[in-house]
Structure formats: C-alpha cells, structure tokens
C-alpha cells in the first residue's frame, strides 16, 4: 500500500469533528482534524445551549467549544488550522489537499458542517455587516433600543428572535408560513414575548437603506398584500447548507447536498465517514452530532484495522 | 517595531491608524462576541509573522463605541485594513486563515 500521512484525518472542528478527534485520540489512532476558521463551528455563534445535557445553567457556545477542545486535546489530538480545498477519497488511500500540500490518509471523516442559508432577496449582500445579519450574538448589542426583523420560522430563529429582545425594542418575526416547525417550547416563550411581533404568511422580498439597513419589504403569500417594515437591522434564519463543495463528486449526497450515511455513520465510499450536520439527518444539534461522531470514530476505526490486517 | 497587537481606542485612533506610516489592520470586537474569541488567535498568528509590515490593533466596540459608528460597524467581528488613513478593506464574520493573510498581503 502506498504511504499515508495519517490512519485517520477529520475534516472540521465542530462538535462532530472534536468528538471524532477525542474518540480516535482518545483510540490511540494517529490522527488529525483540520479546521479552516477556529474550532467550534456554529456553537460559536450560539450565545446559550440549554439542550446539551450535563450543563443545567445554560451553555455559551464558546466555553463548550473551548472545554470540548480541551478535553480532545488532553489526549493528544492534533488540530491544525487549514482549509480542506478538495479531496480524492474513491481509492484505498484518500487524498485531502489543503491551502499549501496535499496529506494522505487510510480513512477520512468529514465533520465540515453547515452555513445560513442566505434569503437571496436584492439588498442582501449589500447590506452585510451593515444591518444584514446571520449571528444575533454577535450582532444583536449593536440595536439596543432599535428595531430589527428577523426572517425564519424554525428552531433558530426563534431562539434567536427571543436573544434580540435582550437589546431590541422590537423585533418583528417573519414566517412565510403560518405554523412554525420551531420546538414548541420556544413558540410559547416568542409568544409570550410583548417585544415580538409574529407575521405569519409573509415574506421578505427586499432589504433597503443608503449606507445601512433601513426597512424591510415584505408580501403576504396568501393575501398578495405587500408592505414595508422600518427596521434598522434584518436577521436571517431559515436554514442551513452543508459545507460539501470540497467532496469528492463520487460521495453519494442527497438532494440538498448533505451527505448520505447508513446507522455506522460509513458513506457511499469505503473509508469515508460522516458526523453532524453535514450529514442527511432528521435533526441537527450538538447531542446528535457528537453522537454521530462517535459512531463514525468506531467505524473508522474497525474499517483502519481491516485495512492493515 | 513591536511585534504583536496592540489595543487602539477612540482617543488613539487618529494618530495610531489614521497617522500611520504602515499600513494598519483593526480587528473590532467585544468579549461577548464568540466568533471574535474564535478568530483573535488566527489574528495574532498573522500579527506575529507580518507584525514588521503590517500594525495590528485590536478595538474593542463596547469600550470604544465612537469608532465603529464613524465606519458604520454594525457586526462583529469586523476587519478593517487601513492604508495612509483610508480603508483600503474591510473583511466582516469570521474568515479563514488564508484569506485573511491574502488580504495581508494585498496591503504590502
């Protein structure tokens, strides 16, 4: 067999991709995890996780990214900071080319994870960084006393939407349906929230402003009614995309791009694993993505030592 | 010439990054901000091999809040690249590293 670098790379450092790398270090495999930003992955952007168990008094995203880090690397978990440009996994020996070299490995396990799905509406872009926004907790201080939209219907966007009335005087929920697929829990507290205001049935079709955001255009779907917001800011959340592009093209995905695993996490490829929210799930949390990761550590592991028997 | 970032703040900025003969990188952020925390190591990575060519600050926005509203900084983190005291660029979110080193480089 040719020579690898590596038994096992993890591509991605959020929960999935840092649960792997404790599990494979912890396994004594020799292994390493490139992260392209800073580990963590969406729990960055995510002021409190009250789901996770084992941590009553709710979670900031950074402190359990930095306690999961730590505890990966306690076992000697390597975690380098560079971007997976393309990978060549179809062969026995995976190829994963980085920013400046390619390494090669037995196994791969892509924990690369998902980004906001953007609404595509004119104004969008123009106005990022300056009122358009995808991250409440990075973002949300700067409208205190402000008024703000946020566009989504699910489990972010409201938890999100009840983090903005911390600061914002108002904020006005919009949802182009008129149920919302967000955990039942969060309705109530949005609900019971006088600073938010829910339009339901509506979309939005334009961000305007000069230098910054000053309204929102929106039109109800069912009554063809349009109208405009004035709002000083618009927070987008109304899903995700997977980071897949640097796949290789044989990878089996499904329709929306995420990559497709049975019960063991093993992809379409033999030697390649999935973990979080990059997968084809039913849910994307952080208990299911380490959940994942753990299986995809076992599988890879198994699949390793049957290559080098 | 110090190698590293230094913090810069409404009552320095004019005469540290508007007045500087190098070109100057200004990372805003707040603690509270947890891309910021996430990205401050890559940007300190970068500081101590370009910090010779390059000044890096570091402001932070609920400490300084005059600064960001003259530049219109609404998100954080935010990046602006300043050269002979204009914005030359400006990154806003988290980057990667090599982008942002390509930047750096641009500014040379």
């Given at each position: 067999?040719?020579?690898?670098?590596?038994?096992?790379?993890?591509?991605?450092?959020?929960?999935?991709?840092?649960?792997?790398?404790?599990?494979?270090?912890?396994?004594?495999?020799?292994?390493?995890?490139?992260?392209?930003?800073?580990?963590?992955?969406?729990?960055?952007?995510?002021?409190?996780?009250?789901?996770?168990?084992?941590?009553?008094?709710?979670?900031?995203?950074?402190?359990?990214?930095?306690?999961?880090?730590?505890?990966?690397?306690?076992?000697?978990?390597?975690?380098?900071?560079?971007?997976?440009?393309?990978?060549?996994?179809?062969?026995?020996?995976?190829?994963?080319?980085?920013?400046?070299?390619?390494?090669?490995?037995?196994?791969?396990?892509?924990?690369?994870?998902?980004?906001?799905?953007?609404?595509?509406?004119?104004?969008?872009?123009?106005?990022?960084?300056?009122?358009?926004?995808?991250?409440?907790?990075?973002?949300?201080?700067?409208?205190?006393?402000?008024?703000?939209?946020?566009?989504?219907?699910?489990?972010?966007?409201?938890?999100?939407?009840?983090?903005?009335?911390?600061?914002?005087?108002?904020?006005?929920?919009?949802?182009?349906?008129?149920?919302?697929?967000?955990?039942?829990?969060?309705?109530?507290?949005?609900?019971?929230?006088?600073?938010?205001?829910?339009?339901?049935?509506?979309?939005?079709?334009?961000?305007?402003?000069?230098?910054?955001?000053?309204?929102?255009?929106?039109?109800?779907?069912?009554?063809?009614?349009?109208?405009?917001?004035?709002?000083?800011?618009?927070?987008?959340?109304?899903?995700?995309?997977?980071?897949?592009?640097?796949?290789?093209?044989?990878?089996?995905?499904?329709?929306?791009?995420?990559?497709?695993?049975?019960?063991?996490?093993?992809?379409?490829?033999?030697?390649?694993?999935?973990?979080?929210?990059?997968?084809?799930?039913?849910?994307?949390?952080?208990?299911?993505?380490?959940?994942?990761?753990?299986?995809?550590?076992?599988?890879?592991?198994?699949?390793?030592?049957?290559?080098?028997? | 010439m110090a190698?590293g970032i230094s913090e810069v703040g409404d009552g320095d900025f004019g005469t540290e990054v508007l007045q500087s003969d190098l070109p100057v990188l200004v990372d805003?952020?707040?603690?509270?901000?947890?891309?910021?925390?996430?990205?401050?190591?890559?940007?300190?990575?970068?500081?101590?091999?370009?910090?010779?060519?390059v000044k890096f600050f570091k402001c932070?926005?609920?400490?300084n809040?005059?600064t960001?509203?003259?530049?219109?900084?609404?998100?954080?983190?935010?990046?602006i690249?300043f050269?002979g005291g204009?914005?030359?660029?400006?990154?806003?979110?988290?980057?990667?590293?090599?982008?942002?080193?390509?930047?750096?480089?641009?500014?040379?």
């Open positions: 067999m040719e020579k690898v670098d590596y038994d096992l790379v993890i591509i991605g450092g959020g929960p999935a991709g840092l649960t792997a790398g404790l599990y494979a270090a912890r396994g004594r495999m020799n292994a390493v995890l490139f992260e392209k930003i800073a580990p963590g992955g969406q729990m960055l952007a995510t002021e409190y996780i009250e789901n996770y168990p084992g941590f009553p008094e709710r979670m900031n995203g950074v402190e359990l990214t930095q306690m999961m880090v730590k505890q990966a690397e306690s076992f000697g978990l390597k975690i380098e900071n560079d971007a997976v440009l393309s990978t060549d996994l179809a062969g026995t020996v995976k190829k994963i080319r980085l920013s400046n070299r390619t390494v090669a490995a037995r196994a791969v396990i892509i924990a690369s994870g998902a980004f906001p799905k953007k609404l595509g509406i004119p104004g969008e872009d123009v106005f990022i960084g300056r009122g358009v926004s995808y991250c409440s907790t990075c973002d949300a201080p700067f409208y205190r006393g402000r008024t703000v939209a946020a566009v989504g219907g699910g489990d972010t966007a409201v938890q999100e939407s009840l983090f903005l009335t911390k600061f914002a005087e108002k904020v006005y929920l919009i949802h182009r349906r008129d149920r919302f697929r967000a955990e039942k829990i969060l309705q109530e507290r949005a609900l019971a929230n006088e600073k938010i205001e829910i339009i339901r049935d509506t979309i939005a079709t334009g961000i305007e402003g000069s230098t910054a955001v000053e309204g929102v255009s929106i039109r109800n779907v069912k009554t063809g009614e349009t109208g405009k917001l004035a709002v000083d800011g618009c927070f987008i959340w109304i899903g995700i995309l997977p980071n897949s592009a640097f796949a290789d093209p044989a990878l089996k995905l499904d329709p929306f791009g995420f990559i497709v695993a049975d019960a063991e996490m093993i992809t379409s490829l033999p030697g390649v694993f999935v973990a979080g929210d990059v997968r084809s799930t039913p849910l994307r949390q952080i208990a299911t993505a380490v959940g994942d990761a753990a299986i995809a550590a076992h599988s890879a592991e198994r699949y390793i030592e049957s290559q080098k028997a | 190698i805003f952020w707040a603690p509270w901000c947890g891309p910021c925390r996430a990205i401050a190591p890559v940007v300190e990575e970068l500081a101590g091999v370009y910090g010779g060519k932070n926005v609920d400490d809040p005059v960001p509203g003259k530049y219109g900084i609404k998100a954080i983190p935010t990046l690249f050269k204009n914005v030359s660029d400006q990154i806003t979110g988290m980057v990667a590293k090599a982008k942002l080193e390509d930047k750096i480089k641009n500014l040379l």
